[in-house]
């Protein structure tokens, strides 16, 4: 079955600390992944993705993934986070011939002064 | 650019009414889908269509129905709301293996 699994449902982390968001998915669902956040009472919004390519995917606000296939993992890091990431946070992967996409169950990031 | 928009954006319902909650999306994708959220839940996918005139259903389908008449539109029903449908709506849209693209979500609440 394909899954994609979030291994920590809530982080908590002072303002300026690194922060490592974990997840892990099943080596049956497609290798493109996908961080999203969703900033409260906003929609999902991506964050950065995993299509091809560079192991090494990174955003314009800081965050980096790493796509590990030995591992199946792609986890999410900044490290230095600031209150502003406080939101929840999702990674997700398109099923192929399915038309639909396996999301994790999603980690809130507080971020604390 | 638009991309997905919601109407409404919050709704109060009375147990029985219907109601339908509409997504409009303006990046010619193929694939649409509904979602809702409830606290400690996640996203969960309700419907969803890989194209016009097609519809799926998803984990929760139960009390929902869609249509997609237009490429562009993507529209969820409630034929008779029950508390248990008290929620966020989420609509997304995406291309075949492509990030989906989310609305701003409704909130619905049903007494």
């Known amino acids: 079955a394909q899954s994609v699994t979030q291994l920590d449902s809530q982080v908590p982390v002072f303002e300026e600390a690194p922060v490592e968001l974990r997840c892990n998915y099943s080596?049956?669902?497609?290798?493109?992944l996908f961080w999203y956040v969703q900033y409260p009472n906003q929609g999902l919004q991506l964050l950065l993705k995993?299509?091809?390519?560079?192991?090494l995917v990174e955003s314009i606000n800081g965050f980096e993934a790493e796509f590990n296939k030995s591992q199946t993992s792609f986890h999410l890091r900044k490290p230095s986070v600031h209150i502003s990431d406080t939101a929840e946070y999702f990674c997700?992967?398109?099923?192929?011939?399915?038309?639909?996409?396996?999301f994790g169950d999603g980690t809130t990031l507080t971020v604390k002064p | 650019n638009a991309g997905v928009t919601q109407t409404p954006k919050f709704r109060v319902l009375k147990t029985g009414q219907s109601m339908t909650l509409l997504c409009a999306q303006d990046?010619?994708?193929?694939?649409m889908y509904w979602y809702r959220q409830d606290p400690g839940m996640g996203l969960r996918l309700i419907h969803y269509?890989?194209?016009?005139?097609?519809?799926a259903k998803g984990e929760v389908p139960d009390g929902y129905n869609v249509s997609r008449l237009k490429k562009q539109n993507f529209l969820l029903g409630l034929e008779s709301a029950a508390p248990s449908q008290t929620s966020v709506y989420f609509c997304?849209?995406?291309?075949?293996?492509?990030?989906?693209?989310f609305g701003d979500g409704t909130r619905l609440s049903i007494l």
């Open positions: 997304a849209s995406s291309g075949d293996l492509q990030p989906q693209h």
């Open positions: 080596s049956s669902v497609s290798v493109y």
């Open positions: 995993y299509l091809s390519g560079s192991t």
């Open positions: 997700a992967a398109p099923n192929t011939n399915a038309g639909k996409s396996t």
């Open positions: 990046m010619n994708h193929e694939y």
């Open positions: 269509s890989v194209g016009e005139g097609t519809t």
